[in-house]
């Protein structure tokens, strides 16, 4: 710590660790520009510290190292560990590093680790969402580790580091945890408590500092976090989530305050990427992006004002009570492409056993709407919730042949995982359901396809991957059946590239990591491309 006392400024390493892909389960993976990160070196920097970002997968998004788990091979893409901290400053003050996700931490530890060797009087800040939750099993496993920030931490990261300049002590800020620290876990209120106060005005917050980024590293590759629709670049127009789902983290890390950006704002932004960096698709990263119907009607007007000539796509997953036709028309026509919607399930028992507070029929005749307005949609479901019977389930597949009926092109199954930070997690760990260790570390990485597991006591793994398998099988059979030339339509996405659906993205994720299947897939498509270019 004296390391930073009497200093004007701050030398501060921001770092993004690689990040891990199970290729065996059924979700498409790859690389995708950190928005958290960019947010905190925006926020540093303007407050005079001198920031510098290492970004593992953006600076080696070609670099791919195997890592066995309890739950398989782990392919890491990006700088290793080693190669990071080899690339450290011996000035170097303070390192931050984002941990959003529960799989990340032992690669996490490893690093925390390395640099405590190499740098023993360097200050190491971690943050995130795993962060908020796991601060204090961090602490535990990994004594090279200093402080957490906890909740949104832009403004509470910058406190932080003054305190250490002053010689005061940090642990006094609300939202900071340390060694000493200790969990309160009695109520959600408590919880809350010890979060970083929410920013009441997000117009206070810089723009994310992609200068810092190797931005077009994500660029030049294919998208990995919507569908493929060029060069693509994530944004936020909301902060939080007014809901409380029980197997969500989001209300142990935003609280339940929502809070919008000025749509002028979010305009001026996109229209800055797309001068700067040539943007052609923006992925919104928001919890929940469309709640407020006069908000989303605004952004779109001035999308049209604006001329803003881009696509735009909710690939997080959102609500429908905003997206009634005049809305979705209005989306489609300003270049929204798709949608993915958060159902969670068909069983009107387990809405609201989860609190997932959703109306089946709107959200039926909201996806109708959205097919009528040529917006290509998806569904999210969960099944093996642990509180989930097999009538709940059928349910759910129910609700999927119906959201096939009326036009839905995709669907997510996935299988029932413990976030750390969530509702039904601290039930269970309660419970003796759920030991934290190495084990538990990879499963949500794992929640879908064969490494998953059950925590549910009337269904067995093998029963919930069988279902998960045959829930998609029946959800695509019925879609391509009632409309057969979609058939067509993924089977030129996979030659040609020209991807409109997540099934689109998710094939070209997996054909990507089969070399000798790329090459030849490639070089078909290649053939195809002159085809339909001269006809």
């Known amino acids: 710590m004296e390391l930073l006392k009497n200093s004007s400024c701050a030398k501060i390493v921001l770092i993004r660790p690689p990040i891990m892909e199970l290729r065996t389960n059924l979700s498409s993976y790859g690389a995708i520009p950190p928005i958290g990160l960019a947010y905190v070196a925006a926020v540093l920097r303007k407050a005079g510290h001198d920031v510098t970002v290492m970004d593992g997968p953006g600076e080696a998004i070609q670099q791919y190292t195997e890592m066995p788990s309890p739950v398989g091979v782990l392919h890491c893409n990006g700088l290793t560990p080693e190669q990071m901290v080899a690339r ?32 023993p009087d360097t200050v190491i800040v971690i943050g995130g969402e795993n962060a908020t939750a796991f601060w204090d099993v961090i602490f535990k496993e990994c004594p090279a580790v200093n402080y957490c920030v906890l909740g949104e931490g832009e403004f509470t990261m910058v406190e932080l580091i003054e305190r250490l300049m002053d010689g005061r002590d940090p642990l006094e800020i609300r939202g900071v945890a340390g060694r000493t620290s200790i969990r309160n876990e009695s109520s959600q209120k408590k919880i809350i408590d010890q979060l970083s106060p929410r920013t009441l005005e997000l117009g206070e917050i810089p723009w994310p500092a992609w200068d810092l980024f190797p931005v077009d590293n994500y660029m030049i590759h294919a998208d990995h976090h919507g569908v493929n629709r060029g060069r693509s670049m994530p944004i936020l127009a909301t902060r939080g989530c007014p809901f409380q789902c029980t197997f969500c983290s989001s209300p142990s890390m935003w609280t339940t305050r929502y809070k919008t950006r000025d749509p002028k704002d979010v305009v001026s932004e996109m229209k800055t990427y797309v001068e700067k960096f040539r943007v052609d698709n923006f992925n919104f990263c928001d919890l929940t992006a469309i709640i407020k119907k006069e908000w989303i009607v605004e952004f779109c007007n001035l999308l049209k004002t604006e001329k803003v000539n881009v ?8 609500r429908s009570e905003a997206l009634d036709n005049e809305v979705l028309g209005l989306v489609y026509e300003t270049g929204c492409r798709n949608i993915t919607y958060a159902p969670e399930s068909g069983s009107e028992r387990m809405l609201d056993v989860i609190k997932k507070r959703v109306k089946i029929p709107r959200m039926l005749e909201s996806l109708r709407m959205a097919y009528k307005n040529k ?6 479901i969960i099944i093996g919730h642990p509180q989930e019977k097999h009538s709940d389930t059928w349910k759910s597949l129910g609700f999927l042949i119906q959201c096939a009926w009326v036009g839905c092109q995709d669907a997510a199954v996935m299988i029932f995982a413990p976030y750390p930070g969530s509702e039904d997690t601290r039930t269970l760990v309660e419970h003796g359901k759920v030991t934290i260790g190495e084990d538990y570390y990879y499963l949500a990485l794992a929640r879908s396809g064969w490494s998953s597991r059950t925590y549910n006591p009337w269904m067995s793994t093998r029963e919930l991957i069988l279902m998960q398998f045959f829930m998609l099988s029946v959800f695509y059979a019925v879609a391509y059946m009632i409309r057969p030339w979609r058939i067509i339509q993924a089977a030129q996405s996979i030659f040609t590239g020209n991807e409109q659906t997540q099934l689109d993205q998710l094939l070209r994720t997996k054909l990507q990591r089969s070399t000798v299947l790329s090459k030849a897939i490639s070089r078909l498509g290649k053939l195809l491309s002159r085809f339909f270019q001269r006809t």
């Open 88 to 119: 450290l400053s011996a000035d170097t003050q303070i390192v931050g590093i984002t941990h959003m996700f529960l799989h990340e931490w032992p690669t996490i530890r490893r690093l925390c680790e390395l640099i405590r060797s190499q740098l």
């Open 311 to 318: 696509t735009w796509q909710l690939p997080t997953g959102t």
């Open 375 to 380: 917006l290509v949609t998806r569904v999210n």
